[in-house]
C-alpha cells in the first residue's frame, strides 16, 4: 500500500488570499492531515462556500465542488450520501457558514452526518471589503457598520453542542499543530465535525489580529482534568473563556446519520447498478391496478 | 394475484338508455373520508375496465372545508374533468348548495336524511335522501355510511354490488374479516334503499359496460413520476415538503430503501437542490421535486448545475402564483420562470409531459437528458397533471433505457501525476468526459466560477467565449433528438383553427377539438411535450397551415403563446384562451372560445 505526503495534496495553483491570511495554514493543515491519515487525493472530497476561504477547494488536490455561496454544507452532504466511502470536507468562511447559511449549519449538526466542516473565522467580511459578520464583536467598525456593530456575536461552539454536534473544536490558525491534529481528529470523528478556526484577516481586521488572539487564547489542553465528553464542563468552560478557547472542545460517540438510514446500502450509491429489477418493476405496478 | 370480474349489466330499459361516460361526484368537510369514498369507488370502476379521471378540490387545511372528489367514468379515455355532472353524493348541504349547478336535467342528488338536505329551488336535479349515516349505525359504526353512499350510487348505475368485494376485501381484511363483511353489507344495503326510492327513475344513469377489461394502472401524475425517477436509478431524494408535489417524495420514502436508497427532508428547498446537485457530482442518481415557491429559491443552484455542468433534475409542479397564491389550485404560470428563472445563461432542459403515462417516460428521459448533456431538466407539471388520478395503460419496462453519457466511473490513466483531469475539455459537441470523486487519475476542480478546461478559475476573455459557446452549443441538437417534441393531432391539411396547449390541458382540448369536428370545422391540436429548447421546426409547419391559432394556457399572461410568437412569429393569427381562477379547463371552455373565435372570422368576412 502506498504512503500520502503532503505533495500529493498540492496542485500548485497559487492562492489569491493577502499575504499573512490565516487560512493559507488551514489549507497546510488539510493537506497535512490527509497525508498524515493516508488518504488518497482521488477519495478525498472538499466542497466550499464563497468567499476568501471558498477558493480553498482550488488549492487542495483532490476532488472538489466550489458552490454556491452558503451552501457548502448541503452540497458535502449530498456527495457524501452519493458516495459513503468518500472522505467529506466542507470548507468556508464565518459569513458562508453564520450568516447565509446558518439554517444550514444547524440542521446539518443535528443530522449528523459523517462529514468534516472547517470555517476559517476571521470576524469579517474579506472578499467584498470589509463589511460586519455575524462573528463581529459588540461594537466594531466596518464599512457596513460605521457607528460600531449593534448587533451580539454568533457563539459558534456553544451553537453547535446545542445543536447536537458530535465533534465540536476550535483553533488557531497560527497553531498549525493544534490545527492538524484537530483536522485529523475530525475527520476520524464518525459523524459531524465542526472545526471553527480563528483565521486572522489581516486586511479588514485590525482588532482580532495574531497578537490579539496570542493573548486573549486559552488551549484547553491546558486546563487541568478538562474532558471533552463532559457536556456540562465544555459548556461552562466556553462560558468562563467567552468561547476564546483551542482544542476539541466536546466529543460525543453516536451513530452517524449513515448509520442510522434504514435500508441504506453498504455500498456507495454512486457505484450501484441502476436497473430496477423486473419483478419489482412489476410489483410496483400493480400497486396502481 | 388480482382477479377480474366483468361487470354484468342487467338491460332493463334498453341500449338506448346506456351511458358511455359519467361524472360521479362525492363532497363534503375535508377529513370526513370523501377521499376514501371516491378511492373505493374508481379503484373498482378501474378494474371493471373503465377509463377513469378523478380530480380533487381542495382547500389548504387539514380538517373541515368544503372538498371534493369529481370522478369520471368512461368506456373511452378521457382525460379532462367533465363538463357537467350526472351523480352528486352529498355528506352535507354545502355540498349541494356548491355543486348542483354542474347538475344536467337528469342527474340526481344523493344525500344523507341526516343533515335534513334541501334541494335548492333552481335544481334541475332529482333529490334523494338516504339515510347514510343511520343505516351505517345500525350496522355497527356511522363510519361505515360512505360504504352506504357507494351502494346507493351502485343502485343508480346499475353496478353490481359484488364487484366491489375484492377492493373492500383489500382494504379491511387488515382489521379482520369481521370489518369486510360489515362493508358489504353497508353497500348492500344502501343499494337496496336506494333502489326502493328510485322506482323506475334512475334508468338514464345505468352505465354501459366496458369493452375492454384488461389490466390497466390508475394513478396520479405524481405517482408516475415518482416511480418514473427509481425506474431511471433514483437512488436519493432531498426534498422539502410542499403542495402539490410532496407525494413523490412521499412514494419515495416508502420505496428506496427497497433498493438500497433513502429520502431526506431537508431544511428547505435551498438544501434540497444543492444536495441533490452534490449527490449527482458523487455518481448517483438524485432530484428534488417542488412547486413555484420552492423553484424561486433553487434558481440560484440550478444555475451552478448549468455552470458546473453537474446533471440535476428538479420537478415543477406548478400551482396557482404568486407567493402563496393559490396552493390547492390548478395554474400553469411557472412556464416562464422554468425557461428564464435563474441568472446568467445556462444549457437547461424544460420538459412538460401532458398524461400519467407519458410522465412517466418522461421523467426517465430527463435524467437521460441530464446525465447525457450534463445540465439541468426541469420537468414540468400542473397540479392537475400531477393529482388528477388517471387510467393509462401499464407502464412497459422494455421501453425504458438509462443512458449516461460521457460518464466515466472507472480509473484512468494519467500521462503526468499531477495534470488535472480536463473535465470541461473543449468538444465538438460541448459536452466534456465527466469523471466522478474516487475515480483515479479523473481528478479536477469544479467551480461556479468561469473557469478553464481543469475546472480552474479562469477570466480571461478568450476562455470565457470558449467555455461560454461550449455549454450553450450543448443543446443545439435536442430538439432533433428528443423523442416526440409536440403531439400532433393533424388529420386534415386545411386547419380554419389549430389549438395549442401543454401539461393538463390536453384532455379538455382533445374533446373539444372533437366537438368542432363535429360541427364540420377543420380543427386540429398540438400539445407541446419539450418546451425548452423549443422544437420551432417542428411546430412552425402546422402554425404556416393553419387560419388560426389558439393556445389553451391556465395562466394570464398567456406564456405559451408568447414563447410560440417569439420563435414562430405568426404574432397575429395567434390568440389565446387563459384560465386563471383555480379550476382546469373544462371542455366547454375550449370548444366555446374556438366556436367564437370562428364565428367571429366568418362575421367579419
Given at each position: 500500500m502506498s504512503t500520502s505526503t503532503i505533495k500529493d495534496f498540492r496542485n500548485g495553483v497559487k492562492p489569491n488570499w493577502c499575504p499573512g491570511c490565516g487560512d493559507f495554514s488551514v489549507q497546510a493543515a488539510i493537506q497535512r492531515g490527509a497525508a498524515n491519515l493516508n488518504l488518497s487525493p482521488e477519495d478525498l472530497a472538499v466542497i466550499s462556500g464563497i468567499g476568501c476561504s471558498g477558493r480553498i477547494s482550488g488549492y487542495i488536490r483532490s476532488y472538489g465542488l466550489h458552490g454556491i455561496h452558503g451552501r457548502a454544507l448541503p452540497i458535502a452532504q449530498g456527495v457524501k450520501m452519493g458516495n459513503r466511502d468518500l472522505t467529506v470536507v466542507a470548507a468556508g468562511g464565518d459569513g458562508d457558514g453564520?450568516?447565509?447559511g446558518i439554517g444550514h449549519t444547524i440542521h446539518a449538526m443535528r443530522r449528523n452526518m459523517d462529514i468534516t466542516y472547517i470555517v476559517m473565522d476571521n470576524q469579517i467580511y474579506g472578499l467584498t471589503k470589509g463589511q460586519t459578520s455575524p462573528r463581529s464583536e459588540d461594537g466594531f467598525i466596518t464599512s457596513s457598520t460605521p457607528e460600531g456593530s449593534i448587533e451580539k456575536a454568533l457563539s459558534p461552539m456553544e451553537m453547535a453542542i446545542t445543536s447536537g454536534a458530535s465533534f465540536v473544536a476550535q483553533c488557531f490558525s497560527a497553531d498549525i499543530k493544534e490545527l492538524t491534529a484537530t483536522i485529523e481528529a475530525g475527520i476520524q470523528h464518525k459523524g459531524f465535525s465542526i472545526i471553527n478556526v480563528y483565521s486572522p484577516c489581516v486586511t479588514y481586521n485590525k482588532v482580532n489580529t495574531y497578537d490579539w488572539f496570542k493573548e486573549n487564547l486559552t488551549k484547553l489542553s491546558d486546563i487541568d482534568g478538562y474532558d471533552a465528553s463532559n457536556h456540562e464542563m465544555a459548556m461552562n468552560t466556553l462560558m468562563k473563556h467567552n468561547s476564546l478557547v483551542t482544542g476539541i472542545v466536546y466529543q460525543e460517540e453516536k451513530p452517524s446519520y449513515q448509520e442510522l438510514?434504514?435500508?441504506?446500502?453498504?455500498?456507495p450509491l454512486a457505484h450501484m447498478n441502476l436497473d430496477l429489477q423486473p419483478e419489482l418493476f412489476r410489483e410496483l405496478v400493480n400497486e396502481f391496478i | 394475484m388480482l382477479t377480474y370480474m366483468i361487470l354484468t349489466v342487467t338491460v332493463l330499459k334498453g341500449a338506448d338508455f346506456m351511458k358511455t361516460d359519467l361524472s360521479w361526484k362525492v363532497g363534503g368537510q375535508q377529513g370526513e373520508g370523501i377521499e376514501s369514498t371516491g378511492e373505493i369507488f374508481s379503484k373498482t370502476l378501474n378494474r371493471l375496465g373503465f377509463y377513469l379521471y378523478g380530480y380533487r378540490h381542495f382547500s389548504s387545511r387539514i380538517k373541515g372545508g368544503h372538498t371534493n372528489n369529481k370522478i369520471r367514468v368512461s368506456t373511452e379515455k378521457v382525460q379532462a374533468v367533465a363538463d357537467n355532472l350526472d351523480i352528486l353524493l352529498a355528506f352535507d348541504q354545502e355540498t349541494i348548495d356548491l355543486n348542483y349547478h354542474e347538475l344536467h336535467e337528469k342527474g340526481v342528488i344523493i344525500a344523507d336524511t341526516k343533515f335534513k338536505p334541501v334541494k335548492p329551488e333552481d335544481s334541475k336535479a332529482e333529490l334523494y335522501p338516504v339515510p347514510f349515516t343511520d343505516i351505517a349505525s345500525d350496522l355497527g359504526t356511522s363510519l361505515m355510511k360512505n360504504m352506504v353512499a357507494i351502494g346507493a350510487t351502485c343502485a343508480v348505475m346499475n353496478l353490481e354490488v359484488e364487484d366491489f368485494s375484492v377492493v373492500i376485501e383489500e382494504i379491511f381484511n387488515r382489521k379482520g374479516g369481521d370489518m369486510v363483511q360489515k362493508n358489504m353489507k353497508a353497500i348492500q344495503e344502501g343499494y337496496m334503499y336506494m333502489q326502493k326510492s328510485l322506482g323506475e327513475k334512475a334508468s338514464t344513469l345505468y352505465l354501459a359496460k366496458a369493452e375492454n377489461t384488461h389490466k390497466r394502472m390508475f394513478l396520479i401524475g405524481n405517482d408516475a413520476i415518482a416511480l418514473g425517477a427509481l425506474t431511471a436509478g433514483v437512488r436519493f431524494m432531498p426534498a422539502y415538503p410542499i403542495t402539490p408535489a410532496s407525494d413523490i417524495m412521499e412514494y419515495l420514502i416508502k420505496k428506496l430503501p427497497r433498493v438500497g436508497g433513502t429520502v431526506i427532508q431537508t431544511e428547505d428547498e435551498i438544501a434540497a437542490v444543492t444536495m441533490a446537485i452534490g449527490s449527482n457530482y458523487a455518481g448517483a442518481r438524485s432530484f428534488t421535486a417542488s412547486s413555484g415557491p420552492g423553484l424561486s429559491l433553487m434558481m440560484e443552484a440550478i444555475g451552478l448545475s448549468g455552470m458546473t455542468e453537474t446533471p440535476l433534475v428538479v420537478v415543477d409542479t406548478q400551482r396557482g402564483g404568486p407567493s402563496t397564491g393559490l396552493p390547492t389550485k390548478q395554474e400553469q404560470s411557472d412556464l416562464m420562470a422554468m425557461i428564464y428563472g435563474n441568472h446568467g445563461e445556462i444549457p437547461k432542459v424544460v420538459i412538460a409531459p401532458s398524461t400519467a403515462d407519458e410522465a412517466f417516460y418522461d421523467t426517465i428521459e430527463a435524467f437521460n437528458i441530464a446525465d447525457e448533456y450534463q445540465c439541468p431538466v426541469i420537468l414540468l407539471t400542473d397540479l392537475q397533471l400531477s393529482l388528477a388520478k388517471q387510467t393509462v395503460e401499464t407502464f412497459d419496462f422494455d421501453k425504458v433505457h438509462i443512458r449516461r453519457g460521457k460518464l466515466i466511473t472507472s480509473d484512468i490513466e494519467q500521462t503526468d501525476e499531477k495534470d488535472y483531469f480536463k473535465r470541461y475539455e473543449v468538444t465538438e459537441d460541448g459536452v466534456s468526459p465527466r469523471v466522478i470523486p474516487g475515480v483515479k487519475g479523473g481528478i479536477h476542480h469544479v467551480t461556479g466560477v468561469e473557469h478553464d478546461e481543469a475546472g480552474r478559475p479562469n477570466e480571461t476573455a478568450s476562455n470565457r467565449k470558449q467555455q461560454m459557446d461550449k455549454r450553450m452549443r450543448k443543446l443545439s441538437n435536442l430538439t432533433k433528438r428528443f423523442p416526440n417534441p409536440i403531439t400532433v393531432n393533424v388529420p386534415t391539411t386545411k386547419t380554419d383553427l389549430l389549438l395549442i396547449g401543454f401539461n393538463a390541458t390536453r384532455g379538455a382540448i382533445e374533446e373539444a377539438v372533437h366537438r368542432l369536428r363535429e360541427d364540420g370545422l377543420n380543427v386540429n391540436h398540438l400539445q407541446i411535450r419539450l418546451i425548452h429548447p423549443f422544437p420551432a421546426a417542428a411546430i412552425k409547419p402546422y402554425i404556416d397551415g393553419a387560419d388560426y391559432v389558439l393556445v389553451a394556457e391556465?395562466?394570464?399572461?398567456g406564456q405559451l403563446a408568447n414563447i410560440i410568437k417569439m420563435n414562430v412569429g405568426h404574432v397575429n393569427k395567434i390568440q389565446s384562451i387563459l384560465k386563471y381562477d383555480g379550476d382546469p379547463f373544462q371542455p366547454h371552455h375550449i370548444y366555446d372560445a374556438g366556436k367564437e373565435l370562428l364565428e367571429h372570422v366568418y362575421i367579419n368576412n
Open positions: 453564520f450568516a447565509i438510514v434504514k435500508g441504506y446500502a453498504e455500498q | 391556465s395562466n394570464a399572461t
